[in-house]
């Protein structure tokens, strides 16, 4: 549904999107994970055919972007980071008015701006001035204008920022639901978020392409090694001699844990394997007390500060993992 | 077509739901009023005078003051609208961009010259709403006015008051296309208005090549033959191409927003 090639914009000698490529195919959520000025918008933008690229070309529905400009705009529905509202209108007045500027059939339109109503949960607020609105309703008037028109592909910038918990949640559910029917991309710096909403995450860092996959397979993929947490009452020398000494176990980190005699034990070993049992045996076969003993894996969160703390992290990598 | 009357109807929704129009409105009809209560009371004087030194003298006078006071209406009018247009324009493109939806806009499947045409009409609409009033001026002196009204006068005037309007909204409109700021726009649009009026009255009483070709580029000067009730082609051209112009500058300006950091 959404092809981009090399795509690449710079303003002046200062690069914003740095030859990034990759496609979203029909009914996929894709987030575009990365941090403030990573280049999320600017992309965005490019695909809305609100700006031009430098070089590269992005293709929605089989149409160029900016070739075919006029078709594409009738395929996308856009939510700008912040939502592009007139006060002064009411709700439906105003997704009345999208709707025709995106082209709907004057006899269609009344249908489709209740169900973008109906979608957005805005039904009961329809004559209310837009001025008038929470911060998380005017969110979801942003997210019907998006859709009233009914287009194949969503894009949604940032569409959750500035709300408090309840309207987050509310908002993620919307979009959820609004998968399979359109194909959509939303930009996020929350990385949950991306893990929750998203069937496949673009790492985007400094205009270029960290990483692309599933939140799970990047999980694994970067996750290199395993890693078994424990806690244990003992001897430390005891204990990493204990440890050590298990087959597959490639570095063991102890530590005493405050305010108790109890350590901390971080094992790790190379990915693919599960130690738990013999890590356990091992210990309580040294007459060590165990007290817990689980397995943990590299959150998202991890990952993305390595992908994009960059050289800093490749060098860190080096020593840490593997 | 459909895209331009789309635009054309939210801007004309949204003129009338904000306090700025209705104050320029009344503004222009206050000072409108008062002009035209000030012309006309001169002129009435004027001619009493007139008649009872013909009297006197035992000549007939030939004061047509229904006449005079149109045309020195219309000189008045086409003045303070140089200077109340901008308040209508500075928001037409400024306002949009602030609240970022420019981007609602440039993202929709319309082209930049059915946006630009939606909202040029909608301005020109307002400023006919708010010339219409002084017609009742007209029609209250036609009730009492002897000799009786120059209709064809009128008409001409009201002719090249809305062809220069629509010229000042085309140029404010394009510099309200220019920032993002409704305060920098009404500015410029005032201090380019108040040039070209200056050009017109600094040019008006001298007679070299230069002040011809000022007063030729003067909009205001294509005025004087409407309020005398001479409609010439030649102004009528020099208008509408005007405005053809501004409005083709503001299609650009929001072409090149692509091409500008955003």
Redesign the interface.
Known sequence: MIEVDHLTKS?GKNVAVNDISFTVSKGEILGFLGPNGAGKTTTM?IL?????ATTGSARIAGYDVFEQS?EV??R?G?L??????????NVQ?YLE??A????VAGADIPNRVDRAMEMATLKDRRDELIKRLSRGYKQRVGIA?AIVHNPDVVILDEPTVGLDPKQIIEVRKLIKGLAGEHTIILSTHILPEASQTCDRVVIINRGRIAAVDTPENLTTQLKGSERVQMEVRGEEETLREALEQVDGVTKVDIEPIESSDHLKAIVESESGTDLRGKLAAATIGKGLELFELKAVSLSLEDIFLQLTTEETAQAQEATVSV | MKGIIAVYRREMGSYFVSPIAYIVIGLFLLVCGWFFYRILTFFIAQSVTAQMRAMQMGAPPAMDVPGLVIQNFFGIVSTIILFLLPMLTMGIYAEERKRGTMELLMTSPLTELQIVLGKFFAALTLFLVMLAPTLIYQIIMSAYAEPSIPWAVLWSGYLGLVLLGSVLVALGSFISSLTESQIIAGVATFAVFLLLWVLDFGARDSSSTWSDIVQYLSILRHYDDFSRGVIDTANVIFYVSLAAVGVFLTQRSLDSMRWRRA
Do not use: D
């Not at chain 1, 809305?48 to 031009?52: D, E, K, S, V």
């Not at chain 1, 025709?100 to 082209?103: L, S």
């Open positions: 303003y933008r809305t055919g609100y700006l031009p006029m705009r009738r996308i856009y700008p980071e912040s939502p592009p509202l007139y006060p002064e209108m007045a008015f999208v025709r500027i995106k082209g204008q």
